[in-house]
């Protein structure tokens, strides 16, 4: 392993860091902050390409692992102590990567739309982007909890300073719907350090594996990390918080909010950690994800706010990702992951359209909107090829996922519950499709011919073709990341009595993308 | 190893005491309408050299001196750092923050200086009456700075209570001592331990140690001792309050640690569930009570009632695994409450013309600088990750785990979150953009000068350093907690059973 190997996850938490430093200590002026953050962000998202680059596919496993001689902070007694310990593996490697493409398309983003206390937007930005990547790369449960908790932070601050009509509430409403969670998690990973003497996280899983921590309060720490988990992306009716999050924050944090972090925590540390435990939730899940998938869809329908349609179908495509892990069938899984990666390029992108169109017409009204597709060709022709791929038209990435999740809950869990998830997916397609009717067909309305037509300039352009493309790439040439992914979600080898927890391990469909 | 000195083990109150008596003798000669602002330099330079005297400490055997009566281990070592550390901020703060024609600011200094003294005492005292007499000298410092605004109504209404209240809790301290000198024939606290387990009268140590605790806890401000809290920090000046809701709960933490697991460690089966209950109170109280505060001052007042909740379960941990947390919380707090308050006293301003969380609207614009330390002792105080608050928490509920209490850590963490509501309420109220502008701008000037700013430097960095690297202070409370647990020879001159704490 070369220098850089061993220091590139290091690398990865660092350089926002100093980014954030660096935007808080120059002036503002010039734009300076934009350029420095734009700077910051393409080297990390250039550092966390190298990962995949460089990832072992034969060796598996968890690589470019920094882990410290000495407990970074030993705790006295029999314990361990917190490590700095980190790593990737084909789970998490293509969430680095997706943190990484995310945080310049988030500086574009708000590039125009942030026009005072650059400063403390950027400074914010920046840190969380390291808080993101330390909880997709810490193998030590403290320091993984750490990132988890920092990750709230700089997220409930710039909702609150930069919500558009009641920020201060919706800061509130999700910081304190997902920190509350956390308080009982905590407890139960010190309730796990008490019992194995260890933060390690495969250590840990080898010894819940091998039995030796008694099975009934295990149950209820398994739960404790459930919950917290589920809030945070959220599951159905946990996502309380969500409508007002997406419509009060600014654009380039409203794309990271939901989903991945949770659905990751949930691969690693709930069905990691806990598979039996995991097992036995798993038919409820199931439920709550089907019923999510409906519900979302349904409320999508309704909504008169663009913000607010697009938190719901996210609720619905959220959910749908949850029905894929909780499966347990390693096509699911797979494909599950893959919806992650999806829903974060498409959601980003869908992100970036509306908030161009808020910052022309100063409103998320859909009703008010109509015949923009006149005035603003390259706007439509973006917004209609990422609606499609969010449907999940066949050639799009959506579609690959969706596909795996459904024909994995098909033939491994139960047929009714894929029939009503199908249900879901097709009304997402109608509540999408009626949007873009509203937005771009019809008649001009009143707001539409007040204001001069301003379609999208260069560098919006730049932002949003480059997602297309890549919601192209990932529909046609899914072999490209399945070969990593489906390492990263195959059951670990010490829970090999639970292997009979996992149900079609290959199904043809895998096959076709292997 | 007999050859110490006694004059040693005591050598930073001796300082502390020396600073005082110069500053009432230089304010005396002066002539008055002087100003008498670098008297606070006097102070804070010697309460420098007090620091540095207990560092010194560390050199010297572990033991006891004048007749066993106090002591000095890495315990009182780390608890004698740790209030010198707080004095000094509050001095660097009241430097800035006292208006220049204030009246007495000779007393004013010298009263936290002697305040200093008895706080100390009490962590180095092995000998109830000497921890009693030390407790009264700092009380009586607090009450009458507690009403140093005299020209206001609050403030004589603030020490007045605090008297009051103060004064009969320190009487069930003494009527505890009472007891069990009646039960053990002693009021050292070697012997008393090493009689306690035998003794005929059983009942009378029980009675004794309750009244003990009740004293103790009131100092503390747990619930349900905490009423006299909210009036006093909402009528004291900031400075003494940054000073009043730290240094004297870490003196009377030190001496809780002293009973629960020094004098009586065989009663720790019942102390257990009589401090899980007070814990349990005292962060419910204290968070709901919190939530419905307007003013920052009482906000804080109840904040505070709270986190010593927090540290409270961190008891229900067996051993130095318990010390240790114990005392590692008290300087998080310490840290980040005495740096919470010190913005609240420059925004507020000595006359406290803002005193309400929506007069706090706009910080973040109106001063950066004040604006984003505030947030980040708030979300010290929350407990996220990284900041001095968390690693308390965490130490404090890890020991309440590891002994068993995991209800009580769970019943803690939600609070906390309970918690995060009121922080976070202040901490986006500073974030909003600036409303009521002729209101603010009767404060147009929030001058953060040199004092203050290393006041306010001192706390922010020890508030990130306990939350980054607390390897360091970790392992000095742990030291401490081995020697409490492990306590010297009860004989001065033969000590030599213990080694010297490694440092």
Redesign the interface.
Known sequence: MSTIDNSILTLLLLVPLAGALLVALVPDRAKLPNWIALITSLVTFGLALHLPAHYDLGQGGFQFVVKTLQP??????TGDGIYYHLGVDGLSLWLVVLTGLLAPIGVIASWNAIKE?RK?YFALFLVQQTAMFGVFVSLDL?LY???W??S??PM??LI??YGRKD??KA??KF??FT??P???L??AI??L??KTNTFDFSTMQVLIANGSIPAGPLCWAAFAFLFAFAVKVPVFPLHGWLADSYSEAPVALAMVIAGKLGLYSMLRFHIGLFPAQAKELAPYLIALAVIGILYGACLALVQKDFWRLLAFASLGHLSLIVLGIYGFTLTGSAGAVYQILNHGVIDGAMFVLLGYLYDRYSTSEIGLYGGLAARLPRTATLFVITSLAMIGLPMLNNFVGEFLVLSSTFAGVSRSWTVAAALGVILGAAYMLWLIQRIFYGTESALVTSKPANDLHFSELIVLWPLAVLMLVMGVAPSLWFPTIEQGVRPHPHHVQFSDLVKTPSTPEMEGLR | MNSVPDIFRILPEVVLTLTGAIIMLIDASLPPGLPRRSLGWVAAIGTTIAIWASVWQLSLPQGTGFYNTVETSAFTIFFHVLICGIVLVALLLSLDTLPEDSHHQGEYYALIVFGAVGMCLMTGAVELLVVFIALEISSISTYVLAGYRKNTARSPEAAIKYFLLGSFATAFLLYGIALTFGATGTTQIYEIARFAPTAQNHSFILAGAALMLVGILFKVSAAPFHVWTPDVYEGSPSPVVALLSTAPKAAAFAVLLRVVYEIFPSLHTLWTPLLWVVAVLSMTVGNLAALRQESVKRMLAYSSIAHAGYLLAAFAGAGTSGIAAASFYIAAYASMNVGIFAVVSVVSGYEEKLPLVQDFRGLLYRSPLLGSLLIFFLVSLVGIPFTGGFFGKFYSFTAAVGGGAVWLAIIGLLNSGLAAAYYLRLALVTAQRPLDEERQSQIANLHVGLAVAAALMFAAVATLVLGIAPGDVLHAADNGAHTLQAPPQPDSSAPTADPPPAQ
């Open positions: 970074w902070i030993s705790l006295g007694g206390r403390v403290m909890y750490g990132f908790e920092l709230l932070v409930a601050i609150a300073m920020g201060p800061a509130m910081f304190l920190f509350i956390s308080a009982p905590l407890v010190l309730w350090y008490a």
